[in-house]
């Protein structure tokens, strides 16, 4: 790995997607003295960030995310624009499946030259996850894309991370007929910002526009207009209608929150929350880090599950001992 940070720098200032790659790879890195240099990496950019337009596009597997993002993405690089997608499924490295499908999916968008698509990163770990993927958003950002897309498949804690790291979270539906809303309807409610039924050509097109209803009626019930009201729009990836109306909504929320003042506050809402997680993070890293961890671990699980002690003290004490200075 070619490890000087003064040149990775200037090739990710000057766009170089071969730069951006190899940056990746090293703050996906697990060693130590590589993570002190992906750190440096960072804080030298990092006032060459925040400047794209940072969208989640949640939905099942299935519904049509990549198929939607190659749709947009090649509509936004006609237009000059730069665009990287990343993609968070924690699913994917089990499988590896839909990493193949969305490159398959992706197709003209990856061979464009003003595009960089990034599959999920490799460690296991959701937190390693997140840290990766908003690592990833800025070397992104310090490399000169306007947008920054991330694919997640709609389930619990992906979506959460996502919805964390983005100006605008989009969510996608499949059409249907009626009776699956009141499972999809909590989800719906709490983070989306503008919704999307998919697939909306051939024979599926009456079913989107009654998933189209349906779910406006879902929204105007369960939210209120202090939180927004998000817009159901109909697109098919496939006959390329509705993307146009797509972006637009996109821009407009977003000029909206920045005209009122909610788009750098849900940066640094989203800073502040990302400090508490790496705090969580290093923290345990510490504890590891330290020749007793193992063992004094071993013996507190032990009083744990014999002796009834009850965790969170247990956890206090064991952190308290391995950090407290040797008397
Ligand atoms: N009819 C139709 N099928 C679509 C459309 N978009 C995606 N699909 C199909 O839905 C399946 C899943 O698409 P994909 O984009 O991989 O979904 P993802 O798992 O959410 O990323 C594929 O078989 C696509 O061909 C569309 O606009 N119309
Ligand atoms: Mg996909």
Not at 215 to 229: D, F, N, P, Y
Request: hydrophobic share 40%; aromatic share 2%.
């Amino acid at each position: 790995m070619d490890l000087d940070i003064n040149k990775l720098v200037t090739q990710i200032l000057q766009g170089s997607r071969i730069g951006l790659s190899r940056s990746i790879t090293l703050l996906e890195s697990t060693r130590a003295d590589h993570r002190k240099l992906s750190e440096d990496l960072l804080s030298t950019l990092l006032p060459k960030t925040g400047r794209a337009i940072r969208v989640a596009i949640s939905g099942p597997p299935g519904v049509g995310k990549s198929s939607f993002i190659e749709a947009l993405g090649m509509r936004l690089v006609g237009q000059g624009k730069k665009i990287a997608v990343l993609a968070i499924d924690p699913s994917s490295p089990i499988t590896g499946g839909s990493i193949l499908g969305d490159k398959a999916r992706m197709e003209e968008l990856s061979k464009s030259e003003l595009s960089f698509i990034r599959p999920t990163p490799s460690s296991g770990v959701l937190g390693g996850v997140a840290r990766h993927t908003r690592e990833t958003l800025l070397l992104c950002e310090a490399a000169g894309f306007d947008v920054v897309l991330i694919e997640t498949v709609g389930i619990g804690q992906s979506e959460i991370m996502a919805a964390s790291m983005t100006d605008i979270f989009v969510q996608l539906h499949q059409p249907f007929s009626g009776d699956e809303l009141q499972g999809i309807k909590k989800g719906v409610m709490e983070l989306a910002d503008l919704i999307i039924v998919t697939k909306a050509d051939g024979d599926a097109l009456t079913a989107a526009e009654i998933a189209k209803n349906e779910l406006e009626q879902a929204v105007m019930l369960t939210r209120t207009a202090e939180h927004g009201i998000p817009s159901v729009l109909l697109t098919s990836a496939h006959k390329n209608t509705g993307i146009a109306a797509v972006w637009t909504s996109i821009l407009s929320f977003v000029e909206q929150q920045k005209a009122s003042g909610s788009h750098s506050q849900k940066r640094r809402a989203q800073s502040r929350q990302w400090l508490n997680q790496e705090i969580s993070t290093e923290l345990l890293a510490l504890l590891n880090s330290q020749a007793r961890f193992e063992e004094l671990l071993k013996i507190t699980q032990q009083r744990v599950e014999t002796s009834g002690e009850h965790c969170s003290r247990a956890a206090r004490n064991l952190i308290l001992s391995l950090l407290a200075p040797c008397p």
